[in-house]
């Protein structure tokens, strides 16, 4: 099992990134998206499974998650980026089955790449 993220880098705000992470090895019940900045806990960005997406309201209308099926690999497409978008994000995998239920807790994540630095600045 491994989850490979990239594409994090440096962008001025109001410009855009697209983070790519494969996820390979086992069957998914959700991937999803987190990020996590020095002295903070790391927070749910946006998840993706059984034909549903949850994003975190602070990247509503920004972010858009999205996975590619046949080449395991899952995306999130970051536009109208900000300074408070600074962070390390990370990818993981949910591998315990939940019919129809995508869960959004660090907690329930127990697949995890590399993080990648995303820093916005003004």
């Known amino acids: 099992v491994q989850l490979q993220a990239s594409g994090g880098g440096l962008v001025q705000a109001g410009g855009s990134l697209r983070l790519s992470c494969a996820a390979s090895?086992?069957?998914?019940?959700?991937l999803g998206w987190f990020r996590q900045v020095p002295g903070k806990e790391r927070e749910s960005v946006a998840a993706?499974?059984?034909?549903?997406?949850y994003y975190t309201d602070s990247v509503k209308g920004r972010f858009t998650i999205s996975r590619d099926n046949a080449k395991n690999t899952v995306y999130l497409q970051m536009n109208s980026l900000k300074p408070e978008d600074t962070a390390v994000y990370y990818c993981?995998?949910?591998?315990?089955?939940?019919?129809?239920?995508?869960?959004?807790?660090?907690?329930?994540?127990?697949?995890w790449g590399q993080g990648t630095q995303v820093t916005v600045s003004s």
């Open positions: 993981a995998g949910d591998g315990t089955y939940a019919r129809g239920y995508v869960r959004r807790e660090v907690t329930s994540y127990d697949y």
């Open positions: 090895g086992r069957a998914w019940n959700a």
């Open positions: 993706i499974g059984w034909g549903r997406t």
